[in-house]
């Protein structure tokens, strides 16, 4: 599995992004989806996360409202449309993949496939 994210970019306070992440995996719908983040010196941080058939997806409290991740399957795409964004948010934004379904409220240990991340800056 390959992941590929891309869409970050430096935006100011208050605007928004869509960050994208395309998989090259045969059956996309086998994989819950997940972003996570990563600020200078701190520890990867879960974002967001969309269970295999999209149904059900979890945020991380600071981003509920604000946030939203979502999934095409014909695509081979999940997408985090980031809106009101804060010089917080600021951080490498990754993609994550895991074919359990017992990962969906895991760590970022419990994911075994990875994207390179793509960087976010909200200046303020």
């Known amino acids: 599995v390959q992941l590929q994210a891309s869409g970050g970019g430096l935006v100011q306070a208050g605007g928004s992004l869509r960050l994208s992440c395309a998989a090259s995996?045969?059956?996309?719908?086998?994989?819950?989806m997940a972003w996570f983040r990563q600020a200078p010196g701190k520890e990867r941080e879960f974002v967001a996360v969309i269970s295999k058939s999209g149904a059900s997806t979890n945020y991380v409290d600071s981003v509920k409202g604000r946030f939203t991740i979502s999934r095409d399957d014909a695509k081979n795409m999940v997408y985090l449309q980031m809106s009101n964004l804060k010089p917080e948010d600021t951080a490498v934004y990754y993609c994550?993949?895991?074919?359990?379904?017992?990962?969906?409220?895991?760590?970022?240990?419990?994911?075994?496939?990875w994207g390179q991340g793509t960087l976010v800056t909200v200046s303020s």
């Open positions: 995996v045969r059956t996309f719908s086998n994989y819950i």
């Open positions: 994550a993949a895991d074919r359990s379904s017992s990962t969906f409220y895991g760590p970022a240990g419990s994911y075994l496939y």
